[in-house]
């Protein structure tokens, strides 16, 4: 079973709104890393949060984690179209050396 | 630049014929990894390489070998592809793998006919 999972599986905003998705996990971890991916192409890191760590900031995201429900959150405000990508959270923690991703969320966001 | 190279992008094969896609990275990373992305399943991890000489199983290894003689390289080998081998896959490396970011390359759509 997968050790991260992602809700909702897609998720369609207009432009300027407020995208938010959440990664559940069933193990404890050291770290959460959320990352992006355009199209069949290689996935880009966004951010990495530390299990001692409750939230994070970068740019227009922000991620907050709560290891008490094993889950997190990625939040993107002021959504843009270039923004249209699928989001991909990956926890280590089942063994050491093993980085496992979740299904993802497929983000759309219209013009 | 920094980067991850696979080669190739894109490979159609038949079943049986040993194959091998390469992966390199110029960042000095310790960690490198090979996952899998298909339809519904996401990205599932095939192998991973804490350091030159270590390398690990991950969840879904059967049917691919790997091998990690430097730092820079780390190639998948399918030694008898099977059509349930046609996937995407994708290379990643970091410095470290607990608490760094992966590099990814730009992939390799692998069609097993």
């Known amino acids: 079973s997968q050790q991260g999972e992602e809700d909702p599986q897609a998720l369609s905003i207009q432009e300027g709104e407020n995208a938010t998705m959440n990664c559940s996990y069933k193990?404890?971890?050291?770290?959460l890393q959320w990352y992006r991916q355009n199209s069949g192409r290689g996935l880009v890191h966004l951010i990495l949060i530390r299990s001692n760590e409750r939230e994070k900031h970068s740019g227009r995201l922000r991620v907050t984690l709560d290891t008490s429900k094993k889950s997190s959150s990625l939040l993107i405000t002021a959504s843009r179209a270039a923004d249209t990508a699928s989001y991909f959270c990956a926890t280590d923690g089942t063994s050491y050396g093993k980085l496992t991703f979740g299904q993802g969320t497929i983000l759309t966001v219209h013009p | 630049e920094a980067q991850v190279t696979q080669n190739p992008r894109y490979l159609i094969t038949v079943t049986g014929k040993k194959l091998t896609v390469t992966c390199s990275q110029n960042?000095?990373?310790?960690?490198m990894s090979w996952y899998r992305q298909d339809p519904g399943l996401g990205l599932r991890q095939i192998y991973y390489?804490?350091?030159?000489?270590?390398?690990d199983k991950g969840d879904v290894p059967e049917g691919y070998k790997v091998s990690r003689k430097e730092k820079r390289n780390f190639p998948l080998i399918l030694e008898s592809p099977s059509p349930n081998q046609t996937s995407l896959y994708f290379c990643a490396s970091s410095r470290r793998q607990l608490d760094s970011p992966l590099h990814f390359g730009n992939g390799t759509r692998l069609t097993v006919t």
């Open positions: 960042m000095n990373h310790e960690y």
């Open positions: 390489s804490m350091n030159v000489e270590v390398t």
């Open positions: 193990t404890s971890i050291n770290n």
